[in-house]
């Protein structure tokens, strides 16, 4: 008997367009992974080895993935008051402040690099100040940080904030008519909502920051084993002709950066079934 499709809809086309969908996947997303894995492997195991646990490549490593958690972290709680002011207030230039989110997205990340370099570094309007009290931003890990975090800002917050106002107030007043506090209601009956949307924007927010170049390499300082991230260490190794070195440490960091984005969806849906019971 032959293998047939389990048609989901009534709408016709859908084996031409599973076809097309795996065919587009392949294309742009299957075959260059695995060319990436392909070119790796021609190193032997013990220069694979040496390339990628050389300490200039783990400083980067740290650098880059702990940037990255970092700033997802923080932003899931920056991400989640901003998505609260703009789906539960109304205010005067409201629509000013949802289209300021969408800035990182539409900025050129070379001009974002340059804009955050000028206002954090030392005689900037902020890094200014800012070291005066002994804090420098610009050529630190803390730039790195801040990078990431101003590119990664958008994914949380529009990622929680069309739960937030599909979210019924009805649950919340029901929280409060049977004696709950503000906290109470927040932690009980909202965060378990929101639970999943926060983790859903954390990995994207986590993933696109870990992949940034353009936006951190200019407020970085790209000094080896301080400040120099992995993206910006792959594109120096391609550039003196290294392509198995380049692209075993992009396999490297891909494994790993799927390892965890795994992991943060298995939390995602276990948070999804404990509260959908």
């Known amino acids: 008997m032959a293998f047939q499709f389990k048609k989901h809809s009534v709408l016709p086309g859908f084996g031409l367009t599973f076809g097309y969908t795996i065919f587009y996947l392949s294309l742009i997303v299957l075959i260059p992974v695995a060319a990436l894995f392909v070119k790796s492997a021609s190193l032997s195991a013990a220069d694979f080895w040496a390339t990628v646990t050389a300490p200039r490549v783990l400083a980067s490593f740290r650098i880059s993935f702990g940037g990255a958690f970092i700033a997802a972290f923080v932003n899931v709680f920056v991400g989640l008051l901003i998505a609260w002011v703009l789906a539960r207030y109304e205010f005067k230039g409201k629509s000013v402040v949802d289209a300021l989110v969408d800035l990182p997205f539409a900025l050129p990340t070379a001009v974002a690099g340059i804009a955050l370099t000028t206002v954090f570094s030392v005689n900037g309007w902020l890094g200014a100040p800012l070291d005066r009290l002994g804090i420098k931003v610009?050529?630190?890990?803390?730039?790195?940080?801040?990078a990431m975090m101003f590119i990664s800002l958008p994914f949380l917050v529009r990622t929680v904030q069309p739960v937030l106002e599909d979210l019924e107030k009805e649950l919340e007043e029901a929280s409060a008519t049977l004696g709950a506090t503000r906290w109470q209601t927040f932690r009980r009956v909202i965060l378990p909502v929101l639970a999943p949307s926060l983790f859903t924007g954390f990995a994207l927010g986590f993933a696109r920051a870990l992949g940034e170049y353009g936006s951190i390499v200019f407020i970085a300082g790209n000094m080896p084993m301080k400040t120099e991230i992995t993206p910006l260490l792959i594109i120096t190794k391609l550039?003196?002709?290294?392509?198995?070195?380049?692209?075993?440490?992009?396999?490297?960091?891909?494994?790993?950066?799927?390892?965890?984005?795994?992991?943060?969806?298995?939390?995602?849906?276990?948070?999804?079934?404990?509260?959908?019971?």
């Open 138 to 146: 610009a050529y630190t890990p803390l730039g790195i940080i801040i």
């Open 239 to 277: 550039e003196q002709y290294q392509y198995a070195e380049a692209t075993a440490i992009a396999a490297v960091t891909l494994m790993i950066s799927f390892v965890l984005l795994f992991l943060i969806n298995y939390v995602q849906w276990r948070q999804r079934r404990r509260y959908s019971l």
